[in-house]
């Protein structure tokens, strides 16, 4: 009978290996939560007093990844999951002033948004806990987390993110087991825990009358909705 199961699934052995590789190519929609600092700021070329600006994400870009897996079976049902990615990503942050004053950069230019790029390295660690395999498929969940750093940092930005972020994760998926490898589709949510904002004294290229772009921000937090694809 066993015989008989094992000729009738793909790779019928592979979970069984204490180690094993693959590699992961990934869709994602990296945001920030932003937090408004509410204190009024100066604006160029306005000749009024300071004002109070709102800024908010108001345009994601999709982005993608790719990866290395190193999958440890440690029992039965779990496994711990070395992951390391790299990732890029674009996002747009929008601001509104108050009374709908228009808002106008350093260089006299009619401007409301700043966009971000960013290429993070991402080292995470996970622990994926599957059920029982049904025939060619196993679903899964999974949860972790871990730190990147952002590798692309333009001073000549008005808002420049730091490098490093800390973050937890968690998401499913399902092995679908084919002869030679199995092929593991998976939705996670990551929350970021540092602010990535840089105050302008931080920021010695910025033009003055710039300033108010990073002012206008407390806090910068990042979560991103990722599709991954992995290979193993």
């Not at 711990?80 to 260089?107: G, H, M, N, V, W």
């Amino acid at each position: 009978m066993f015989g008989l199961t094992a000729r009738a699934q793909n790779n019928p052995y592979v979970d069984d290996k204490v180690v094993h590789f693959g590699f992961s190519l990934g869709i994602n929609l990296m945001s920030l939560r932003v937090n408004n600092s509410d204190i009024p700021v100066v604006l160029p070329y306005d000749g009024m007093p300071p004002k109070v600006l709102h800024a908010s994400v108001s345009n994601l870009l999709p982005g993608f990844s790719v990866g290395f897996i190193t999958d440890v079976r440690l029992c039965r049902h779990l496994n711990l999951r070395f992951c390391p990615a790299l990732s890029f990503a674009q996002r747009t942050i929008t601001y509104e002033c108050e009374d709908k004053t228009p808002i106008r950069s350093a260089d006299g230019k009619l401007t409301n948004q700043v966009s971000l790029l960013s290429i993070p390295i991402t080292v995470p660690l996970y622990l994926k806990w599957s059920a029982e395999r049904e025939k060619n498929y196993r679903p899964y969940l999974i949860g972790g987390g871990g730190f990147e750093y952002n590798v692309y940092r333009d001073a000549e930005m008005p808002i420049m993110l730091k490098g490093p972020d800390a973050f937890v994760e968690v998401g499913f998926g399902c092995d679908f087991y084919f002869r030679w490898f199995k092929f593991c589709p998976q939705l996670t949510y990551r929350i970021g825990f540092l602010n990535l904002n840089t105050p302008h004294e931080e920021h010695p290229q910025l033009l003055e009358g710039n300033y108010f772009y990073a002012d206008a921000i407390s806090q910068l937090k990042s979560h991103q909705l990722c599709l991954t694809f992995n290979f193993e």
